[in-house]
């Protein structure tokens, strides 16, 4: 069991979704995160003051999943979430020792489904 | 990032202005009098300053009659010699102006609620500068060209009594030959000239460049109203023809709606609000309290628009258009609600917003004419109407984000159509065919220009900001500002 963690555009979301969807991979959680690597940020400025900010919005996809399903759920992500240009993201792949589905008390490979 | 056709731009507008506004003010004597006292304030300098002005104002009371040079001394001969009805007539339009000008933080609320929060300030600042501009071209050039008087140059098409703001002594009194003076009319046309170009904010709202919307507005303001108007209100061919458009259905709303859709035309759709199957997407307003705060102080605005339009605070007609100004907003918000929630199931709350504005110019072609049922008839139509005309200019894949092809637009036309249609108060009766005429007028001539316009721009500057900047979002491509800094505003659905 694996849980990917992928920090991708927020515009791309909807793009990854619907890859991930393709490849029969329906569950995720998404939240809001801010984040920076190469790319660089944005001047903002205030009556005269300028300043640069660097932290830029990204989301953050979470996938729990077992073995078999790793490669097509980083194929899906990349597929919806590359565009080529610096700040497309990242993938993280973290080992999951446990999944239990709390409705049913599930575990292990069965939670994860 | 500024190009030099802007600046360019900029710069002979402002030139424009300042000769404008500089040959009416032209009072050697007094200027020079003021100038001595600015430059060494001695006792005699002051003196002179007083003789002088003393001067001017016997002048002036003494032979009201005559014209005085250039800018008027505000004197208490002018306020002697009108009456009390002309007093409450002239004090009822400035008030009536001033709700007017209330509709502008109506407008900014309303754009900015139904838009995304990364848009906030650049709506917020497009809807700022809009009255500020509006009014200021209006006094330089678009009161002449609206109100020419009897200078009519071509036909009864175009005419221009002058540029600037030059009144004479005797429109300070009743002489003006209306029951308010010339600087209360100014001052309440030109709040009108300055709804027209908002309207267009909205439409093009999330992805024009902001420096292109402030040129649109100068010259729409300036020249195309201006002119659409005084086909009507300026005693024009349209007045000869018997159409009736009481406080600017066709002259105000249909005209910014033309406006508007040819800036959408030209702009395009905002990214993701299509599908590649000509869906639409949601997008949803950020902020619905400021949608509905906006809403609320149009329509109290709305009591003003009407209101001033009767331009006399006569008791029966000001009162019976208060009356249908109100039964057809609230209409409009019932069939608004109605259709909504018939159609998809459960009532919206931005369309039925929508509705209470569709209402509102619904009426205003007609409100000192039509009867009581007709206004709450033509309010509920024209609820009904604007829901499924959002629905339509979606199909169209013009992207309106605020709906204001739908209520300015189509609810301008309808209600200006409707005069001809609905039954009026006895003694009054308005043909379809003048009615429709000048529907068509105003088309031929505020559609083109303003396509004109707008192409012009998108070849030379470019009207739209660029895939980055719109995702980016306006407030900090284009003024480098966030509306909300202390609040993460995220849109991931």
Same mark, same amino acid.
């Given at each position: ?113 | ?79 002697? $010699?009108?009456?009390?009805?002309? =007093? ?40 700022? /500068? ?10 330089? /050039? ?13 036909? =009864? ?54 420096? &292109? ?96 339009? &009767? ?51 619904? $009426? ?48 301008? $036309? ?59 979002? /306006? ?19």
């Amino acid at each position: 069991m694996k849980l990917i963690i992928a920090y991708i555009k927020p515009e791309r979301l909807n793009a990854v979704k619907q890859e991930l969807y393709a490849r029969e991979v329906y569950k995720m959680s998404v939240t809001n995160a801010l984040g920076c690597g190469q790319q660089k940020g944005y001047a903002e400025s205030y009556r005269g003051v300028i300043s640069q900010v660097t932290l830029l919005k990204k989301v953050r996809i979470s996938i729990a999943v077992n073995d078999n399903f790793v490669d097509t759920t980083i194929e899906g992500i990349i597929a919806g979430a590359r565009t080529g240009k610096i700040g497309d993201g990242k993938i993280f792949v973290l080992p999951l020792e446990q999944c239990i589905r709390i409705r049913t008390g599930e575990t292990g490979s069965d939670a994860i489904g | 990032m500024r190009t030099h056709t802007t600046l360019l731009v900029y710069c002979s507008l402002a030139l424009l202005f300042m000769i404008a506004v500089a040959r009416g003010a032209d009072d050697a004597a007094l200027n020079a009098a003021i100038d001595a006292v600015g430059a060494s304030p001695s006792t005699q300098a002051k003196e002179n300053l007083n003789a002088a002005s003393a001067a001017y104002q016997a002048a002036a009371a003494a032979e009201p009659a005559e014209e005085a040079p250039g800018a008027i001394a505000i004197t208490a001969a002018a306020d002697e $010699v009108t009456d009390v009805g002309f =007093k409450v007539d002239n004090l009822w339009i400035a008030i009536a102006a001033m709700l007017v000008f209330m509709m502008h933080l109506g407008f900014a609320m309303v754009e900015s609620g139904l838009c995304r929060a990364k848009n906030c300030v650049n709506i917020l600042f497009k809807n700022t /500068l809009t009255p500020a501009i509006g009014f200021l071209t209006f006094t330089a /050039l678009g009161f002449g060209l609206m109100y020419p008087g009897d200078h009519w140059l071509l036909g =009864k098409v175009v005419g221009f009594c002058g540029m600037g703001a030059a009144p004479q002594f005797k429109d300070l009194t009743a002489a003006y030959g209306a029951s308010y003076t010339y600087w209360t009319d100014l001052f309440f046309q030109g709040m009108f000239a300055a709804t027209c170009a908002t309207i267009v904010s909205g439409a093009v709202a999330e992805r024009i460049k902001v420096n &292109a919307y402030l040129i649109f507005t100068v010259l729409y303001a300036m020249i195309v109203y201006p002119i659409i108007g005084s086909w009507g209100w300026g005693g024009g061919f349209l007045a000869d023809l018997g159409f009736h458009d009481f406080a600017g259905s066709t002259f105000v709303h249909s005209v910014g709606g033309w406006g508007a859709l040819a800036g959408v035309m030209l702009l395009g759709s905002r990214y993701g609000k299509y599908t590649p199957d000509g869906e639409a997407r949601l997008i949803m307003g950020h902020n619905m309290p400021m949608a509905t705060i906006g809403v609320f102080l149009l329509w109290f605005g709305w009591f003003g628009f009407n209101g001033g339009s &009767a331009l006399s605070a006569g008791p029966a007609q000001l009162s019976y258009v208060l009356i249908t100004t109100m039964l057809a907003a609230s209409a409009g918000l019932v069939g608004a609600m109605l259709t909504s929630s018939l159609r998809d199931g459960k009532a919206d709350l931005s369309i039925t917003l929508n509705g209470c504005l569709a209402g509102l110019v619904g $009426v205003t072609a007609g409100a000192d004419v039509v009867t009581i049922w007709s206004a709450i008839i033509i309010g509920l139509l024209a609820g009904v109407i604007v829901v499924f005309a959002v629905s339509f200019w979606d199909k169209l894949l013009l992207d309106d984000p605020v709906g204001a092809l739908s209520v300015h637009l189509v609810c301008g $036309v309808f209600g200006t159509l409707a005069v001809g249609i609905f039954p009026t108060i006895p003694h009054t009766s308005f043909a379809f065919l003048p009615q429709l005429i000048g529907v068509l007028a105003a088309a031929a001539l505020a559609f083109p220009a303003a396509l004109l316009i707008f192409f012009v721009m998108k070849k030379t500057m470019g009207l739209r900001v660029t895939h980055d900047e719109e995702l980016l979002g /306006l407030d900090l491509a284009e003024h480098s500002n966030e509306a909300y800094p202390d609040f993460q505003s995220f849109l991931t659905k």
